[in-house]
């Protein structure tokens, strides 16, 4: 007679979940992944921030964190892309005729993820490896709003102290 043997204290039901959360697919699993760590990062950034820190965040071991990113280099790079597709997303929305550049759609994407944006605003323009990245990003979306403000203010030099 086969009889399945479980861990004392875990029934049917936990083991059948605990079976699902492995079996993700791979896409689901890195867009896990990649929620976890924004949201680790954003709360102590890079250097602060272990890849056991963000396994834990995720619910996942270290080993399936490696079969998706190679170093936490490379995780932290995809965090940053991925909520830059974000933001890209939101502000490509045409908005009352000025610019393609959207401050509302600027908003919206920091209401979405607001650890993404808290990581690409704050965090990343501190750490070393990935300042000049942060600095570009935050020059095209002033640039995006200035556009956008000067449409509607007279003053250049307050329309460019507005867009900061």
């Known amino acids: 007679m086969n009889k399945q043997v479980r861990p004392k204290g875990q029934g049917v039901a936990a083991t ?23 949201r680790a990062f954003a709360r102590s950034g890079f250097a602060a921030t272990s890849l056991d820190d963000i396994a834990a965040e995720a619910g996942i071991t270290r080993v399936i964190l490696y079969r998706h990113f190679d170093s936490k280099t490379d995780l932290y790079q995809a965090v940053l892309d991925r909520f830059c597709g974000v933001l890209s997303a939101h502000v490509a929305e045409p908005v009352g005729g000025f610019t393609d550049a959207s401050i509302d759609g600027l908003v919206q994407a920091a209401s979405a993820e607001p650890a993404g944006f808290r990581l690409l605003f704050q965090h990343a323009a501190r750490e070393p490896e990935f300042k000049a990245q942060a600095e570009q990003f935050r020059r095209d979306i002033t640039q995006a709003a200035y556009l956008q403000i ?3 203010l007279p003053d250049d030099a307050w329309a460019r102290w507005t867009a900061q």
């Open 16 to 38: 059948t979940e605990a079976a699902q959360v492995r079996r993700l697919p791979p896409a689901q699993r890195r867009e896990q992944i990649l929620a976890a760590a924004t």
């Open 150 to 152: 000067s449409a509607m």
